[in-house]
């Protein structure tokens, strides 16, 4: 039987691999009662739209090199904000939902 301090070193140690390891598969890691895992992947089992799939989706209709890319809020509401460098160099600003994953105007 473990002490209450073992069974804290336990936990903390499952903690620690359990973040290391999602944040590099970017997948949800499940331990016992504990859902231990990315923002990203707390997003997807909410139905939203990630930054990664975003960016992927602006990539595609655009044709153009991600400048960068970020979440944010305009007026209180949440939207995704990705600058895109065109192939005639100018530089375009898309705003996405999160909620929708739709383009926003």
Not at 25 to 33: A, F, K, M
Not at 81 to 87: E, M, P, Q
Not at 96 to 103: A, H, K, L, N, T
């Given at each position: 039987m473990l002490t209450g301090k073992q069974k804290k070193i336990v936990f903390k140690s499952v903690l620690?691999?359990?973040?290391?390891?999602?944040?590099?598969?970017?997948?949800?890691?499940?331990?016992?009662?504990?859902?231990?895992g990315t923002v990203e992947?707390?997003?997807q089992q909410r139905g939203s739209t990630t930054l990664?799939?975003?960016v992927?989706?602006?990539?595609?209709?655009?044709?153009g090199?991600?400048?960068?890319?970020?979440?944010t809020q305009e007026n209180g509401v949440p939207v995704i904000?990705?600058?895109?460098?065109?192939?005639d160099g100018r530089v375009r600003t898309y705003r996405?939902?999160?909620?929708?994953?739709?383009?926003l105007r």
């Open positions: 620690f691999i359990g973040l290391g390891v999602s944040g590099l598969t970017q997948q949800p890691i499940n331990v016992g009662l504990f859902f231990i992947a707390r997003e990664d799939q975003a992927a989706k602006v990539r595609k209709e655009s044709g090199r991600i400048m960068s890319a970020e979440k904000r990705i600058k895109v460098l065109l192939g996405v939902d999160p909620r929708s994953g739709e383009f």
